[in-house]
């Protein structure tokens, strides 16, 4: 396993997965966060993320039924693990208690 924290990208990628749910793969993760984050990436970019997590064991993987509209391909589908929940948490606790310790006269 590499390390355990979380860069930028790979906490964004983690919350939309976790935001799609059950419908998390390559091009619509990198469609949401686009869209949601007004960032451009490429999918080539999305899937070494993706395999970053995987590797760190934040995400599992699972491939789905094929579809007509994808002319009989599978979609590799794409879930939170227990322990990216736990990265995740430790994460927004980190920023949370950063954001906290800012004195009012600095943003004045």
Not at 43 to 70: A, G, M
Request: contains cysteine.
């Amino acid at each position: 396993m590499k390390g355990t924290n979380l860069g930028e990208l790979e906490e964004i990628a983690l919350l939309v997965v976790a935001n799609l749910f059950d419908n998390a793969y390559g091009i619509l993760i990198k469609q949401e966060i686009e869209e949601k984050c007004n960032r451009t990436i490429t999918i080539s970019t999305v899937h070494n993320v993706l395999q970053r997590l995987s590797e760190k064991d934040y995400l599992e993987s699972r491939y789905s039924d094929p579809t007509p509209e994808r002319g009989g391909k599978r979609k590799l589908l794409f879930r939170v693990t227990k322990a990216g929940q736990a990265a995740l948490r430790t994460s927004r606790s980190m920023r949370e208690n950063l954001w906290s310790g800012i004195p009012k006269v600095a943003f004045d």
